[in-house]
């Protein structure tokens, strides 16, 4: 310890106790322990002041005792002023106020018997005894102050504090022996954390694995051989464009039959006369739900017709023959005739586009055209009297999504484009470029239809907004919407208008929700009819569903389903499920795409491997 005051120094004895042992009969010593850490071991230091006599070697005493032994009153008045002297700042500020108290208190006791601390306890780890004399260089005194002077010890107290001094430095020798014996033999047990590095292999040591002759290519003179792989065939890219112009209508899966498919033209021709359809009356409810409870599913009206999986329907309008057409994810077009048998002589493919058709309509005006958008950036228009595919409206640069005849005789076009631009279309014009270009708001556009009754209406479907146009206000540079609903929360399918008058307008969310809003008025804002909830989760490798409206009843569309069993369901424009077309043995797969017979009681459903559904009534 250093100085605590003018030429004052004090006994202390530091004890080592383990954690688990404490001295319980030591009195006045410190109550709260000081931890230390030595090799991952912890202990209790604990610290107190005392003056020791000489009882016996082997014990020492607490200092209220010291008094007992002396008989003369002076020598204890003597010593009760060198406990006094003991309460200096100094060592007030080492304890606190209440162990400093006790200290003191058990000091001054005279009724306390003798506290021994045996020399044989295991617990001591350590123990040491500063005793340092005078300056004069008597090693024999200990000095004490006092604030108002000094006072020697007796012979017989300066003799028996060295005994005890020389004591205490043996016994302090002994455990420091003891421990560090103690400690040695630790360190040799606790186990090594490092990872011995693994010494290389020699050379010598490694196994060669042999190699047959066959396997390096080499004959067994030594002389490699020639490289007899197969050299991979050279990929034709799929999305590579097919040359510009017309396109001969000839079969790709009726080789050799070219007589047979020139007949089934010449009575394709014949259905396709232009004739006055007149428009049916809606039919009552029941009526309507008996006529589709009559339609029925047979294996002879299920075929596959594309490649690939169906992303576009049309039916032909004929009420004599069913001829159906679907185009897939590949750019192909495939007609199937039901009337024809076998059903393998009723099926054509056409390679008309390198990419997805995902539109498909017979015209209106003329039957016996069949266009074609793709997204490759063509539009072409089969026709049946000439047996060519021609080439109406072409844009390599920009890729189509869907189109709609805007006139009522069919001449002229209204093309949407997946970067939200829209292009009209003259078919009499010659050439293949647009006559009005238009750039909308919206990020991009799925499907447009024009309005059945006031045709300068279109509506469009883009990422998650419908938006209704008038073409008589558009500008090409900005097109500003009529009417836009933004109630829809995820990406839309499909918007389409009711087929008769337009009043209102279906629409196909990935929220699981069909919607169903007012079109009568077209104001600034059209209210929500209907919300209907319908899983249209299709996934990745589904097409994704489209509600169309049935061209024969005003009230009703028609939906694909992901419920089990298969089904079609059709549903009226108040969200009351009107029908479910269902058949276990022939419907086992989801029909993304429909389409209704404008006149008849047919219903075609296409699936995602090319095969095609047929309902007859």
Avoid at 427 to 454: A, C, D, K, W
């Amino acid at each position: 310890m250093g100085r605590m005051g003018r030429r004052q120094r004090k006994t202390l004895v530091l004890l080592w106790v383990n954690e688990s042992q404490i001295f319980q009969s030591i009195i006045g010593l410190s109550l709260t322990p000081k931890q230390a850490t030595v090799l991952q071991k912890q202990a209790l230091v604990l610290l107190f002041l005392f003056v020791v006599k000489k009882k016996n070697q082997a014990q020492m005493m607490s200092p209220q005792n010291l008094p007992q032994n002396n008989s003369n009153d002076e020598e204890k008045r003597k010593v009760k002023r060198k406990l006094e002297e003991l309460a200096t700042p100094e060592v007030e500020d080492m304890f606190p106020k209440e162990e400093y108290s006790l200290q003191k208190s058990a000091l001054g006791s005279q009724v306390e018997p003798n506290v021994v601390i045996t020399r044989n306890t295991k617990d001591v780890l350590s123990l040491s005894n500063e005793i340092q004399s005078s300056q004069d260089g008597d090693g024999d005194e200990i000095e004490t102050a006092d604030m108002d002077g000094s006072t020697e010890l007796s012979a017989y107290e300066k003799k028996r504090l060295k005994n005890i001094s020389e004591n205490a430095e043996f016994f302090a020798s002994l455990q420091l022996l003891e421990t560090a014996a103690r400690l040695r033999e630790m360190i040799a047990k606790r186990p090594s954390h490092g990872t011995k590095r693994k010494k290389p292999k020699k050379a010598e040591d490694e196994i060669v694995c042999r190699r047959s002759m066959r396997l390096l290519k080499v004959d067994p003179s030594g002389v490699p051989l020639p490289d007899s792989s197969p050299q991979p065939e050279s990929v034709v890219d799929q999305y590579t464009h097919l040359p510009p112009g017309p396109l001969e209508m000839i079969p790709e899966n009726q080789n050799g039959k070219n007589e047979i498919f020139k007949g089934i033209l010449q009575m394709w021709m014949k259905i396709s006369q232009p004739r006055n359809m007149s428009t049916k009356k809606l039919s009552n409810m029941k009526r309507y739900q008996a006529n589709l409870t009559g339609m029925v599913i047979s294996e002879d009206t299920i075929c596959k017709v594309t490649k690939s999986r169906i992303c576009s329907m049309a039916i032909h309008p004929s009420e004599t023959r069913t001829l159906v057409a679907a185009g897939d994810k590949l750019g192909h077009v495939g007609l199937w005739d039901l009337t024809q048998q076998p059903r393998e002589d009723g099926i054509f493919t056409f390679i008309l586009h390198s990419q997805t058709v995902s539109c498909l309509n017979f015209s209106p005006a003329n039957p016996a055209h069949l266009l074609s958008l793709s997204h490759d950036g063509t539009l072409r228009c089969g026709d049946f009297t000439r047996a060519v595919f021609e080439e109406v409206y072409r844009n390599e640069e920009k890729n189509f999504s869907y189109f709609d005849f805007l006139a009522d005789d069919a001449s002229t076009l209204i093309v949407g484009h997946w970067n939200a631009s829209v292009a009209l279309v003259d078919r009499r014009t010659p050439g293949t470029s647009y006559e009005q270009f238009f750039q909308s708001n919206m990020s991009l556009i799925r499907t447009l239809q024009v309005h059945p009754m006031n045709r300068h209406y279109f509506v469009a479907a883009g990422a998650r907004n419908v938006h209704i146009y008038d073409l008589r206000h558009l500008k090409s540079k900005e097109m500003k919407p009529l009417i836009s609903i933004t109630e829809h929360m995820k990406s839309l399918a499909s918007a389409y208008f009711s087929p008769f008058t337009g009043n209102r307008v279906v629409t196909t969310c990935a929220d699981d929700n069909l919607r169903v809003f007012d079109t009568s008025c077209m104001s600034s804002k059209i209210p929500l009819l209907t919300r209907v909830r319908h899983n249209n989760n299709t996934g990745r490798w589904l097409s994704r569903f489209r509600a169309i409206w049935d061209p024969k009843q005003e009230d009703c569309f028609i939906v694909g389903s992901m419920a089990r069993p298969r089904s079609i369901d059709v549903f009226h424009e108040s969200g009351e499920l009107v029908h479910s077309f269902i058949d276990e043995e022939c419907l086992a797969s989801v029909c993304s795409i429909n389409v209704m017979h404008p006149t008849q009681n047919i219903l075609a459903g296409g699936n995602s491997s090319g095969r095609i559904h047929v309902f007859k009534g």
